[in-house]
């Protein structure tokens, strides 16, 4: 196989790139699977192009420069119009000759682009006689597509009946959400099969597939609209006129899904600088979407200008798509790493062959856990399709099934604890070392202290490890009992360090009840949850005394997670009784302890359920907050931790994502995709010191009048 992105040298290489792109194509298109990745086939024609350019005589007519994507299928149900691909810029440079071109082409400047998301799934045209839905067909070679019929009624965002009972063909993009995909590999697995690559792949297969014990839902995206043989005349004309913008306002009108119900809708830039800027803040949001992007299309907004640029043979000259980085490749799977925690949490880690993802070179892979290595059937030396996008960390979607030549090896799932020989809990999907916390006491504690939790300045991670060698600390509350006599007897420990710890210690006894339930590390809970629940609970005996169906109570706790928590407190609990008896504060200030619910609610203070309706205080009062960026000014000591905990303070409710539930972002300095997401859906930004300004009755003055919260 030619190697992506190589050079070709020769006609012989130029003939074997070829065969090579067409064998992925056609393994893509008639069953969502290929040798290749996105990255790799994309390199690839490129390759092949830049050789034809130069050889223009010698272009073989299987060449895919000058074919629809998926023309090796075949269709047997005739396009209305043809279906075309797109051609593909990959920098700003290249967008901006392209524009020059289509300028040439219709002999002005362009004064309106339409501006969208390029959809990572497989196209189709669904056919609408009098407002029904009769009839779905894939691309094909663009002049005939596969009548795929039988998926009607899986496909969500195509209803079965438009709200006008007009006849006209919508076109779009079938795919898999990241939770569709999820769901679809669970019934695939359970059923016996392989599991899908990635959501694409699963869409293209499950598009197609006619004789399955089993349907999975997949989701449909339009972005085209047009008039078929048998629409009314007086429609046809009109649909034949509009502006692709106003195209897609009457599909949403139909009752079809667009991305207008996206954080990405599609919209109209006048230049080519606003492109770029809506182009940016596209691929700024794309890790965050609950589908795959792989660019962004790009294309003449009002039809007279789309006519007058016409279209090739392959694709229209007048629409292109400026593609993003590759944030899936294939590689393949070396061996899977088993660490341990500081809940002493066994989990897998995979070990990659490294490959280059998004400009980020990857050698490791989050497995989750051993049911996840069981469910998508990995198995060392497999081909595997890797995801990252922005920030993610690296995961394994499934292992590329039709790559394996039958010397992949089981993973062997350990037996014994890999750090200190125990025997491991499996009751539950993720594995535990039966010693909990004391497995891996130096990451626990090390955790406990740290500026988010305890915030014990001088116990750093090197420290604790003396403490433990020396035997004396063996849990969180051993901190609380160490003397000056004992710490001035370790190395490298002199007076000024001893007294300077055991005052944090003494500082640390005092914090907030939601930061040692964080310093506990209670599974299922972090940072935010820990705040949380000690705001609802407001004391550590109220929260020992409450049952799962109490704890269910707080918000972002479901029928799953609280048992877990009931538990975890009961397992905990000789520990924190140590935690009290050395003076570690177990209240919140601040917070209203939950009044006893009455068998008829009627206690004046909860419901019928028992819970609270406590009267909303504070600036924040109702609102969900997200903060992005540096702080600067009042605010910039403080940790994101702290923020958060100022948020909730003053009434309101910290949040990590935005969404069009969010009531205020705070933006500093270096915002990203936060702001771009906030700004798109119109949100409330504040700078740090006007958010400052409004919650300044929350700020305390620490020592030497830093901010504290």
Not at 105 to 120: N, S, Y
């Given at each position: 196989?030619?190697?992506?992105?190589?050079?070709?040298?020769?006609?012989?290489?130029?003939?074997?790139?070829i065969e090579d792109?067409?064998?992925?194509?056609?393994?893509y298109?008639?069953?969502?699977?290929?040798?290749?990745?996105?990255?790799?086939?994309d390199?690839?024609?490129?390759?092949?192009?830049?050789?034809?350019?130069?050889?223009?005589e010698q272009?073989?007519p299987?060449?895919?420069t000058?074919k629809?994507?998926?023309?090796?299928?075949e269709g047997?149900?005739p396009?209305?119009r043809?279906?075309?691909?797109?051609d593909?810029?990959?920098?700003?440079?290249?967008?901006?000759?392209?524009?020059?071109?289509?300028?040439?082409r219709?002999?002005?400047?362009?004064?309106?682009?339409g501006?969208?998301?390029?959809l990572d799934?497989?196209a189709?045209?669904?056919?609408?006689?009098?407002?029904r839905?009769?009839?779905?067909?894939?691309?094909?070679?663009?002049t005939a597509?596969?009548?795929v019929?039988?998926?009607?009624?899986?496909?969500?965002g195509l209803?079965a009946?438009?709200?006008e009972p007009?006849?006209?063909?919508?076109?779009?993009?079938?795919l898999?959400?990241t939770?569709?995909?999820?769901?679809?590999n669970?019934?695939?697995?359970?059923?016996?099969?392989?599991?899908?690559?990635?959501?694409r792949?699963?869409a293209?297969?499950?598009?197609?597939?006619r004789?399955?014990?089993?349907?999975?839902?997949?989701?449909?995206?339009?972005?085209?609209?047009?008039?078929?043989d048998?629409?009314?005349?007086?429609?046809?004309?009109?649909?034949?006129?509009?502006?692709?913008?106003d195209?897609?306002?009457?599909?949403?009108g139909?009752?079809?899904?667009?991305?207008?119900?996206?954080?990405?809708?599609?919209?109209?830039?006048?230049?080519?600088?606003?492109?770029?800027?809506?182009?940016?803040?596209?691929?700024?949001l794309?890790?965050s979407?609950?589908f795959?992007?792989d660019?962004?299309?790009?294309k003449?907004d009002?039809?007279?200008?789309?006519?007058?640029?016409?279209?090739?043979?392959r694709?229209?000259?007048?629409?292109?798509?400026y593609?993003l980085?590759?944030?899936e490749k294939i590689?393949?799977?070396?061996?899977?790493?088993?660490?341990?925690?500081r809940?002493?949490?066994?989990?897998?880690?995979?070990?990659?062959?490294?490959?280059?993802?998004?400009?980020?070179?990857i050698?490791?892979a989050?497995?989750?856990?051993?049911?996840?290595?069981?469910?998508?059937d990995?198995?060392l030396?497999d081909?595997?399709?890797?995801?990252?996008?922005?920030?993610?960390?690296?995961?394994?979607?499934?292992?590329?099934a039709?790559?394996r030549?039958?010397?992949e090896?089981?993973?062997?799932?350990?037996?014994?604890?890999?750090?200190?020989?125990?025997?491991?809990?499996?009751s539950?999907?993720?594995?535990?070392?039966?010693?909990?916390?004391?497995?891996?006491?130096?990451?626990?504690?090390?955790?406990?202290?740290?500026?988010?939790?305890?915030?014990i300045?001088?116990?750093?991670?090197?420290?604790v490890?003396?403490?433990?060698?020396?035997?004396?600390?063996?849990?969180?509350?051993?901190?609380?009992a160490?003397?000056r006599?004992?710490?001035?007897?370790?190395?490298?420990m002199?007076?000024?360090?001893?007294?300077?710890?055991?005052?944090a210690?003494?500082?640390a006894r005092n914090?907030?009840?939601?930061?040692?339930?964080?310093?506990?590390?209670?599974?299922?809970?972090?940072?935010?949850?820990?705040?949380?629940?000690?705001?609802?609970?407001?004391?550590?005996?109220?929260?020992?005394?409450?049952?799962?169906?109490?704890?269910?109570?707080?918000?972002?706790i479901?029928t799953?997670?609280?048992?877990?928590?009931?538990?975890?407190?009961?397992?905990?609990?000789?520990?924190?009784?140590?935690?009290?008896?050395?003076?570690?504060?177990m209240?919140?200030?601040?917070?209203?302890?939950?009044?006893?619910?009455?068998?008829?609610?009627?206690?004046?203070?909860?419901?019928?359920?028992?819970?609270?309706?406590?009267?909303?205080?504070?600036?924040?009062?109702g609102m969900?907050?997200?903060?992005?960026?540096?702080m600067?000014?009042?605010?910039?000591?403080?940790?994101?931790?702290?923020?958060?905990?100022?948020?909730?303070?003053a009434?309101?409710?910290?949040?990590?994502?935005?969404?069009?539930?969010?009531?205020?972002?705070?933006a500093?300095e270096?915002a990203g995709?936060?702001?771009t997401?906030?700004?798109?859906?119109?949100?409330?930004?504040?700078?740090?010191?006007?958010?400052a300004?409004?919650?300044?009755?929350?700020?305390d003055?620490?020592p030497?009048?830093?901010?504290?919260?």
């Amino acid at each position: 196989m030619t190697t992506p992105g190589a050079v070709i040298v020769d006609a012989v290489a130029y003939a074997q790139a070829i065969e090579d792109a067409v064998k992925a194509s056609a393994a893509y298109y008639a069953g969502g699977t290929s040798v290749l990745d996105d990255d790799a086939y994309d390199r690839l024609v490129r390759a092949i192009a830049a050789w034809e350019d130069e050889n223009p005589e010698q272009v073989l007519p299987d060449s895919p420069t000058g074919k629809v994507a998926g023309g090796a299928v075949e269709g047997d149900v005739p396009h209305t119009r043809a279906m075309l691909s797109l051609d593909n810029v990959f920098s700003a440079e290249e967008f901006t000759a392209w524009t020059a071109s289509l300028t040439r082409r219709v002999g002005h400047d362009i004064t309106a682009f339409g501006v969208e998301p390029k959809l990572d799934g497989l196209a189709i045209a669904a056919r609408y006689t009098r407002g029904r839905l009769t009839r779905l067909i894939t691309r094909g070679d663009g002049t005939a597509g596969e009548d795929v019929s039988h998926a009607i009624g899986t496909v969500e965002g195509l209803p079965a009946e438009l709200t006008e009972p007009v006849t006209v063909e919508v076109r779009g993009e079938v795919l898999m959400t990241t939770a569709q995909f999820e769901h679809a590999n669970e019934v695939r697995t359970a059923h016996g099969g392989a599991p899908f690559a990635n959501p694409r792949n699963a869409a293209a297969g499950t598009l197609r597939a006619r004789e399955r014990a089993y349907t999975v839902p997949m989701t449909f995206f339009g972005y085209g609209l047009l008039p078929l043989d048998d629409t009314e005349p007086a429609l046809a004309a009109l649909l034949d006129e509009s502006a692709h913008s106003d195209l897609m306002a009457r599909a949403g009108g139909y009752g079809v899904n667009t991305t207008a119900t996206t954080a990405v809708p599609g919209v109209t830039a006048s230049t080519v600088e606003e492109v770029l800027a809506r182009v940016a803040e596209i691929a700024g949001l794309r890790a965050s979407l609950p589908f795959g992007i792989d660019g962004i299309v790009v294309k003449a907004d009002l039809a007279a200008d789309q006519r007058a640029a016409g279209s090739g043979s392959r694709a229209p000259r007048w629409a292109t798509a400026y593609k993003l980085p590759a944030v899936e490749k294939i590689t393949r799977l070396l061996a899977v790493e088993w660490n341990v925690g500081r809940t002493g949490i066994i989990a897998p880690r995979a070990v990659l062959e490294p490959v280059e993802i998004d400009g980020s070179t990857i050698t490791y892979a989050t497995l989750h856990n051993p049911a996840d290595i069981t469910r998508r059937d990995l198995r060392l030396g497999d081909h595997v399709m890797v995801h990252r996008a922005g920030d993610v960390i690296p995961r394994i979607e499934a292992p590329v099934a039709h790559l394996r030549t039958g010397d992949e090896q089981p993973i062997v799932f350990p037996e014994a604890c890999p750090r200190c020989g125990s025997g491991i809990d499996t009751s539950e999907q993720r594995w535990r070392c039966v010693n909990g916390r004391d497995c891996h006491l130096v990451a626990s504690l090390s955790y406990a202290a740290g500026r988010d939790q305890l915030d014990i300045e001088g116990l750093g991670h090197t420290r604790v490890v003396q403490l433990v060698e020396a035997g004396l600390v063996t849990d969180l509350a051993g901190l609380f009992a160490l003397t000056r006599d004992q710490l001035l007897g370790l190395e490298r420990m002199g007076e000024t360090s001893t007294d300077n710890l055991l005052a944090a210690l003494a500082t640390a006894r005092n914090q907030p009840l939601s930061r040692v339930l964080c310093a506990l590390g209670v599974r299922g809970t972090g940072r935010s949850m820990s705040r949380r629940i000690a705001r609802h609970f407001a004391t550590m005996d109220l929260l020992r005394a409450a049952d799962a169906e109490a704890i269910q109570q707080v918000e972002g706790i479901g029928t799953e997670k609280a048992p877990s928590i009931v538990a975890e407190l009961a397992e905990l609990a000789p520990l924190i009784d140590q935690l009290v008896a050395a003076g570690v504060n177990m209240t919140e200030p601040g917070a209203t302890p939950p009044a006893p619910a009455t068998p008829d609610g009627a206690d004046g203070e909860s419901g019928g359920d028992g819970t609270r309706a406590v009267a909303a205080a504070g600036p924040l009062a109702g609102m969900t907050v997200v903060v992005t960026g540096a702080m600067t000014g009042a605010l910039e000591k403080l940790s994101r931790n702290q923020m958060n905990e100022l948020i909730e303070r003053a009434g309101g409710r910290s949040s990590s994502s935005v969404s069009k539930k969010t009531s205020l972002v705070v933006a500093g300095e270096g915002a990203g995709s936060k702001r771009t997401k906030a700004e798109t859906l119109g949100l409330r930004l504040a700078a740090p010191d006007e958010f400052a300004a409004l919650v300044a009755d929350y700020v305390d003055a620490g020592p030497g009048g830093e901010p504290t919260v």
